[in-house]
């Protein structure tokens, strides 16, 4: 993909600061050990590995060519009709994205996977499960969430007709904790949890052990993967998205990173989630509040 500045290549994924990085391609961390580019005028930033993606692929999901763009020509409905530009949900594991996507070249056609779905191996080599898992079209019960609609597409084990969704095969395996200095890894659940008790140092809550969590093997700090991550996990922080309906009118993610948590404007409950959504000189913890505001002020 081009980029209207200069890149340089770095070979270590820190530039004197603990803070994460994420990667404007694919939306996840940059970690210590991951190489990178890094705009040299702006803060864009990709993965080595997300700077040389195909700019064309076939695709087992789908029947049609997929083409690379760095911005969806997609946009999000939020029922009834309120739409929002440079946002889209992958048609392989239904989650919200603002990154790179691969999209159908027929013009009739309006299928879209985003990059990380896209560059699932096929077949895929997964810790949690001792045989290859492959492309399917069939589904069945996720080995992690437990269900059969949290993704449009599955992974299959052709030899125990086990599954797993393409949204839990796709939680990163190993992230970075600001608070750690060590990389922390995904445990996918303890096998004896009898006797275990574990907190999430995040939201200070109890944690299932035999769900999975990320743990740092050095400190044993252990944290829930939707508090480090997310519930929008995909979306872009510090990215503006126009409104379909009101070119006035547009929404900014931003981290939540302060100090304090903001109050929500519509549930006037405290944001906790890693996202916060601005929008008409609001604050909103989700984007269910946000949509929930829009509705009330269209019935004014």
């Known amino acids: 993909m081009t980029h209207d500045h200069y890149m340089r290549l770095h070979k270590n994924g820190f530039l004197g600061d603990q803070e994460s990085k994420f ?48 911005i969806s020509t997609e946009f999000y409905l939020f029922p009834p009709d309120f739409c929002v530009y440079d946002m889209f949900t992958c048609d392989g594991c239904k989650q919200l994205g603002c990154g790179f996507a691969y999209e159908c070249t027929k013009d009739d056609c309006s299928f879209v996977l985003d990059v990380r779905c896209a560059s699932l191996p096929d077949p895929l080599i997964h810790d949690i499960h001792p045989h290859p898992l492959f492309m399917n079209l069939t589904k069945g019960e996720c080995m992690r969430c437990k269900s059969l609609s949290n993704s449009s597409f599955f992974l299959e084990c052709v030899k125990s007709k086990s599954f797993l969704c393409l949204t839990c095969a796709n939680v990163p395996r190993v992230v970075h904790y600001k608070y750690d200095s060590h990389p922390l890894t995904l445990c996918y659940g303890e096998e004896d949890a009898t006797n275990l008790q574990y907190w999430c140092e995040i939201c200070e809550s109890k944690l299932d052990p035999n769900i999975w969590f990320y743990t740092c093997d050095s400190c044993r700090v252990t944290l829930h993967v939707t508090c480090l991550l997310g519930l929008n996990m995909y979306l872009k922080p510090l990215v503006t998205i126009k409104n379909y309906n009101d070119d006035d009118e547009e929404m900014e993610i ?22 916060v959504f601005k929008c008409s000189n609001k604050e909103f913890c989700t984007l269910n509040c946000m949509h929930a505001s829009w509705i009330d002020d269209a019935d004014d």
Do not use: T, W
């Open 23 to 70: 990667c404007d391609a694919c939306i996840l961390q940059v970690l210590p050990s991951d190489p990178f580019y890094k705009c040299m005028q702006c803060k864009f930033v990709l993965h080595e590995s997300c700077a040389y993606l195909p700019r064309k692929i076939s695709h087992p999901l789908h029947k049609h060519r997929l083409i690379l763009r760095a």
């Open 254 to 275: 931003v981290r939540n990173r302060g100090s304090s948590r903001p109050v929500c404007d519509h549930c006037g409950s405290r944001c906790v989630d890693s996202l």
